[in-house]
C-alpha cells in the first residue's frame, strides 16, 4: 500500500519541481492523436511542453497540463539537432528518445521525437511528432513563450524605469 501512494506522490514532486524552472515552454495550440483533433481539449487544459534538467542533471522533456494534475515526463536520450531552413526562415530540427512516465496512468515506456522550432520575426512555431511504443502518432503544433517573456521583461524594465518618476511626482 506504501508504494502505491508514494509512487504517485513523488511523481507529483518531480513534475512540480521540473515546472518551477525558467525553461522555455511550448505552448500547444492544435493537438492531434492518431489523425484525430484533439486542440480544444489540449488548449483548455494550458497543455505545454518543457525540456528540463533532473536533480542528476540529465536532460528530461515534460508534457503536462496548466494544472500539473495529468503528466508526462522522463528523461532524453540521443538528442540530435540540425539547422535547417523552412519557409525562408531559420530553424531547428530536433530527434531523440523519450523515456516518458504518466502521472494519470500506469503507462511507460520509449517514444521516438522529433520537434521542429521554426524562428519567425514575432517568435518561435515549433511542430512536433511522437511516436509512442503502442505506435500512437501524437502530433502538437503552437509557439513557445520565449517571446512572450521577452515582452514581460520589456514592460518591467518599463515599469522600473517609471516607478521613480510616479512616486516623486505624489
Not at 59 to 83: A, I, P, Q, R, W
Not at 137 to 157: A, M, P, R, V
Amino acid at each position: 500500500m506504501k508504494k502505491i501512494i508514494i509512487f504517485p506522490l513523488l511523481l507529483f514532486i518531480m513534475a512540480t519541481k521540473a515546472q518551477s524552472t525558467d525553461s522555455i515552454k511550448y505552448l500547444i495550440t492544435e493537438a492531434r492523436i492518431n489523425s484525430e483533433d484533439y486542440s480544444q481539449f489540449y488548449y483548455e487544459g494550458g497543455q505545454f511542453l518543457k525540456f528540463y534538467e533532473n536533480e542528476n542533471k540529465e536532460l528530461c522533456f515534460l508534457n503536462s497540463e496548466s494544472s500539473k494534475e495529468n503528466f508526462s515526463f522522463g528523461k532524453v536520450y540521443g538528442f540530435k539537432t540540425e539547422d535547417v531552413e523552412i519557409e525562408n526562415c531559420p530553424a531547428d530540427n530536433i530527434t531523440f528518445r523519450w523515456n516518458y512516465h504518466n502521472s494519470y496512468d500506469s503507462d511507460s515506456g520509449y517514444a521516438i521525437v522529433q520537434l521542429k522550432r521554426i524562428y519567425r520575426k514575432n517568435g518561435v512555431e515549433f511542430y512536433i511528432k511522437i511516436l509512442s511504443k503502442k505506435l500512437d502518432i501524437i502530433e502538437f503544433s503552437g509557439f513557445t513563450n520565449e517571446h512572450l517573456l521577452e515582452i514581460k521583461e520589456e514592460e518591467e524594465n518599463y515599469f522600473m524605469k517609471y516607478s521613480y518618476l510616479n512616486t516623486t511626482l505624489l
